[in-house]
């Protein structure tokens, strides 16, 4: 089993309308965890990270479920700019902050 | 703020080769990291250093994959000699510490034919 799971999708949906999609990790251990965001043919940037009571920003909201292991992210209202791939990101303090990536979730918002 | 800085951005070479990236950090950011990303992959971390020492390597093929930070500021990773399969796009990133957010450069893009 990956350490870090993604449907890799994609995922496509009709603008303005709500998308969700979550990420599984396999160590319980870990205890940071981040959503990034990735561009065709660029680098991946910080979206926001994921706290254990769940956070918001903007259109954003990120979940974590640490009981089922898995953290989740949540767009509304799409946007035609949010096509992009989405990485889950989980970081293992106790490893020394080795941070593992999933393979990413590929949104593309359609008119 | 300049951010992470990346030479080449693109290299083409055959294989059994020698090749070698180049990253420097942005200015006073201690940890860096040298990620493999290969088409519809997500990035895979090669090496992580802290100023001038390794953290973590572990995933690192050191019969064929090198990497130094000898001053703790700008740092070279050299892969020699290549194979068709580390055909990828190597990122750097850099954070201020262990915990903090990592800032990407935009990359090198291999082709190993």
């Known amino acids: 089993r990956k350490e870090v799971e993604q449907d890799p999708g994609p995922f496509n949906v009709p603008e303005g309308a709500t998308v969700a999609f979550n990420c599984t990790y396999s160590?319980?251990?870990?205890?940071?965890f981040f959503w990034y965001r990735q561009d065709c043919r660029k680098e991946p940037k910080l979206l926001m990270s994921?706290?254990?009571s769940g956070n918001e920003d903007g259109r954003f909201t990120a979940q974590l479920n640490r009981a089922s292991q898995y953290i989740s992210l949540l767009i509304r209202d799409s946007k035609l700019s949010d096509s992009a791939t989405y990485l889950c990101?989980?970081?293992?303090?106790?490893?020394?902050?080795?941070?593992?990536f999933g393979g990413g979730t590929r949104v593309l918002v359609k008119p | 703020e300049a951010g992470v800085a990346q030479s080449p951005r693109y290299k083409i070479i055959e294989k059994r080769q020698s090749v070698a990236f180049w990253c420097n950090p942005i200015s006073g950011h201690a940890t860096l990291y040298w990620y493999q990303q290969i088409l519809g992959q997500g990035p895979k971390l090669l090496i992580q250093f802290q100023n001038n020492g390794v953290v973590d390597d572990s995933q690192l093929p050191k019969d064929r994959f090198s990497a130094e930070r000898l001053k703790g500021v700008d740092s070279t990773l050299k892969i020699q000699p290549a194979k068709l399969e580390d055909s990828a796009v190597y990122l750097c990133?850099?954070?201020?510490?262990?915990?903090?957010?990592?800032?990407f450069g935009p990359g090198t893009r291999l082709t190993v034919l």
């Open positions: 994921v706290y254990s």
């Open positions: 990101v989980v970081n293992m303090v106790a490893a020394g902050n080795k941070l593992t």
């Open positions: 990133a850099s954070s201020l510490g262990l915990i903090n957010e990592q800032f």
């Open positions: 160590n319980s251990a870990s205890q940071s």
